[in-house]
Nanobody, 116 residues
Framework: QVQLVESGGGSVQTGGSLRLSCIAS????????MGWFRQAPGKEREFVAD????????IYTGSKKGRFTISRDNTKNTVYLQMDNLKPEDTAVYYC?????????WGQGTQVTVSS
């Protein structure tokens, strides 16, 4: 059974940092493009960033560029999202998945709350 388990969320003030982790089990994702997505209250889930299997492709959208860094450790089947200079609009539940996402792989996500 494939599982993606996110962790590392929490509550921080504006300008703070968090490092999210996504541990995959059930299969190897080393050759898969992996992505981070987020869903804020009352909004649709949106793409944040993704990284190719070799780590050579990283895409950031919108204002997240320069504040978020995605990385992976294929030896640990783990993907990370380093988030710096957090803003209240970053408040959301963060999820990882392949990109494009596999509907069977969505996990519980990890809550990130940024207060002003």
């Amino acid at each position: 059974q494939v599982q993606l388990v996110e962790s590392g969320g929490g509550s921080v003030q504006t300008g703070g940092s968090l490092r999210l982790s996504c541990i995959a089990s059930g299969r190897t994702f080393s050759s898969s493009t992996m992505g981070w997505f987020r869903q804020a209250p009352g909004k649709e889930r949106e793409f944040v960033a993704d990284i190719g299997g070799s780590g050579g492709v990283r895409i950031y959208t919108g204002s997240k560029k320069g504040r978020f860094t995605i990385s992976r450790d294929n030896t640990k089947n783990t993907v990370y999202l380093q988030m710096d200079n957090l803003k209240p609009e970053d408040t959301a539940v963060y999820y990882c998945n392949t990109n494009p996402p596999d509907p069977d792989y969505w996990g519980q996500g990890t809550q990130v709350t940024v207060s002003s």
